[in-house]
């Protein structure tokens, strides 16, 4: 009997610990791609980037949902849907992608989401965490039973913007969610990197693009799946001077690029890129020109193996 009792609790223990990952198209939308490559001309660029007739390059909005035991998390969330039409003719919205269509072809609602972690604050990257409430007279979190994530630099950068960063950082965006008392913070620690984060999965921390942006580092069946966020935009932003023009501190977005680039080489990350429309995970090598490109996957490829 007590064997039997012990191969049950094995059994559960086992059972609970699973994890599966998912994409979640959130929508994909288009930039000016000199902003999107600073200083690196258009020339150069456009080989890996190709720009339309008005200098705009494909994007993506690409958020990753984690389904870990009894925890469903989702790592940012895209715009959302809650501008004005004049708002979102800047950025040539393209595709049918969608939070709600994505969830519905996993089975998933919305509601079911207990954790949303957000990388950093910038409207695409946070904007689909708060909608409209039922009659628009105000916003609520559209995650109705999530507790919602950031860290406390960030979330006073966030609420007291910089001239430069505050067209990015919409307050109908943030102070809702510490409105709903639904927002907490993960700590930070001394150095750049966490290797376990409240929400089990280690985060490295990189104040080049805005201050203390939070990259996930996921441990999924012998993997380590990285979501890049703003720290490696597309499969053209490799090149260390390759940086965007959003970045407020691009010298400093320099060593932290460099340093991950080099730890994803030397360990054989998965690099899930958020913004690359058209490739989704990547792994680097180091050549002679630096850390560059080694295979493409797409997400099916990883997350469906073993």
């Not at 080989?47 to 958020?63: F, K, Q, S, V």
């Not at 972690?117 to 995650?143: I, K």
């Not at 501190?249 to 991950?260: A, G, I, M, Y």
């Amino acid at each position: 009997m007590l064997l039997i009792l012990q191969y049950v609790l094995l059994f559960c223990k086992v059972t609970l610990k699973f994890m599966n990952l998912y994409p979640i198209e959130a929508g994909n939308f288009k930039l000016d791609g000199g902003a999107m490559f600073g200083v690196v001309p258009k020339s150069i660029w456009q080989r890996t980037n190709p720009a339309d007739e008005h200098n705009m390059i494909d994007l993506a909005t690409r958020c990753l949902l984690i389904e870990d035991g009894n925890r469903l998390i989702l790592v940012d969330t895209g715009m959302g849907n809650k501008q004005s039409e004049k708002f979102f003719s800047y950025y040539y919205l393209w595709g049918t992608h969608s939070i709600d269509q994505s969830f519905s072809k996993l089975g998933f609602h919305r509601n079911d989401v207990t954790d949303v972690f957000m990388t950093h604050l910038h409207f695409d990257h946070c904007g689909g965490s708060v909608q409209w409430n039922a009659d628009r007279t105000g916003y609520e979190p559209a995650f109705k039973n999530a507790t919602f994530w950031s860290n406390a630099n960030h979330w006073d950068w966030a609420t007291k913007p910089n001239a430069r960063e505050k067209a990015s950082f919409l307050k109908e965006n943030i102070l809702p969610l510490e409105e709903s008392g639904q927002l907490k913070f993960i700590s930070i620690p001394n150095t750049d990197l966490k290797e376990s984060s409240e929400l089990g999965f280690g985060v490295f921390f990189a104040n080049g693009h805005t201050e203390k942006q939070m990259i996930p580092m996921i441990d999924y069946k012998g993997k380590t799946i990285c979501f890049m966020a703003d720290l490696l935009p597309t499969v053209g932003h490799l090149p260390l001077p390759y940086v965007m023009g959003y970045d407020t501190r691009p010298l400093l977005t320099l060593p932290e690029k460099e340093k991950f680039l080099n730890l994803a080489a030397d360990n054989n990350y998965y690099l899930f890129l958020e913004h690359d429309a058209h490739n989704q995970i990547i792994t680097v090598q180091h050549t002679e020109k630096g850390v560059r490109l080694k295979d493409t996957f797409t997400c099916n490829d990883i997350f469906k193996s073993n």
